[in-house]
């Protein structure tokens, strides 16, 4: 949620279904589904999905409150734990949102899974950051993320200034030459 959305268009007492919530606040249907996955109550399972008022503004309301929670490097904010929490064994999972930081830098997400709910727990970082910390975490889809980072230093040359590790990637991607 990197735009500030404006949680007094949702009414209290009102049903919603996905595209109603994506039209009110202007986000992607994909905002919805994560919030879902992150905690957001659902109304209703049956077609079209429904979700109450209250709900919607009582999640969104906990989320923006956690973005100003420090995170340390490996940390995430649980929204069912309602504080910093590490994720299991420091595993997480590595994915380009599609969005563009900065100095041409991929905006990533960061997944991983609560070590005291064993919720989903996620955060926004990008690849210059990420490559600065990712030490502490264990990248559960490295193909992946090998995938974004060889498709980055592809996009933009002389890395050298970011100091981006690509020693792995590049290991790999000689391995590939050879089969
Ligand atoms: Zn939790």
Redesign the pocket.
């Known amino acids: 949620m990197s735009k500030k959305i404006n949680i007094n268009l949702v009414k209290q007492n009102k049903f919603y279904t996905t595209q109603m919530l994506r039209k009110e606040l202007g986000v992607h249907i994909r905002s919805i589904q994560s919030w879902v996955k992150q905690g957001m109550k659902v109304a209703s399972n049956e077609r079209p999905r429904l979700f109450w008022g209250q709900d919607v503004k009582n999640f969104l309301k906990e989320k923006q409150q956690s973005r100003k929670i420090l995170l340390a490097a490996h940390e995430f904010y649980?929204l069912?734990?309602r504080k910093a929490?590490s994720s299991v064994n420091n595993k997480v999972f590595v994915s380009e949102t599609g969005k563009i930081v900065g100095d041409d830098i991929p905006e990533i997400q960061i997944m991983g899974i609560?070590d005291?709910?064993?919720?989903w727990?996620y955060r926004i970082s990008n690849l210059k950051r990420f490559s600065e910390y990712s030490s502490v975490f264990q990248i559960e889809n490295a193909e992946e993320f090998e995938k974004i980072l060889t498709k980055f230093k592809a996009v933009k040359k002389g890395l050298s200034k970011y100091n981006y590790n690509l020693s792995q990637c590049d290991r790999k991607a000689e391995e590939n030459e050879k089969i």
């Open positions: 649980c069912h734990c929490v609560c005291q709910c064993g919720s727990v």
